[in-house]
């Protein structure tokens, strides 16, 4: 796993072993407190197939947010083409510093893969999905483009089809 090339020195991502359930490895998103747009990781190549054939689908993750810091308000998942296109999905963090594990949905039109306000970038950009669709990563923006540091925990991402 690796964070993006612009961000700063001390953010990292990593596989740990989950503290409440021996055993059970997630994968840890955590950064200083710094200046910036947003903070961010992706795999260093991109993971499991979420979407194999067009339509519309949910994806859901268990996600900690025990430690995100109030500047993160939402938290947007990445998934890649098989162009190397990237796309951004966002859904808003309603509970972030509660304990726990709570789970985060994200609904992808893969007919129209881009929400508004929304654009993608890559290899081959041109706005529409290319399948198989593979999971890639998490980016979260700052508030006023400044945090005190935080931390996130990612467990349990699975797609399911919805609709055509």
Known sequence: MAVE???VEETKCE????????????MKLSWEAHSGSHVAANLATPGAILFREPGIYEIT??????????????????VVDSGNETFQYTTPIVNAGEPGWT???WRVDTNAPLPDGSKS?????????????RF???GAGLKDWKTDGGTLLFDDISATRVSD
Not at 15 to 26: F, R
Not at 63 to 70: F, G, K, L
Not at 121 to 133: I, S
Request: aromatic share 6%.
């Open 121 to 133: 970038w890559g290899e081959r950009v041109d706005g529409a999905m290319d399948f198989p669709v």
């Open 15 to 26: 596989i740990v072993e989950d503290a409440a359930k021996a055993g059970n490895h997630v």
């Open 103 to 105: 789970e985060l949905k």
């Open 61 to 78: 993750a268990k996600v900690n947010v025990e430690q995100c810091p109030p500047e993160i308000q939402a938290l947007a998942i990445r």
């Open 136 to 138: 890639l990563g998490f």
């Open 5 to 7: 090339g612009n961000a």
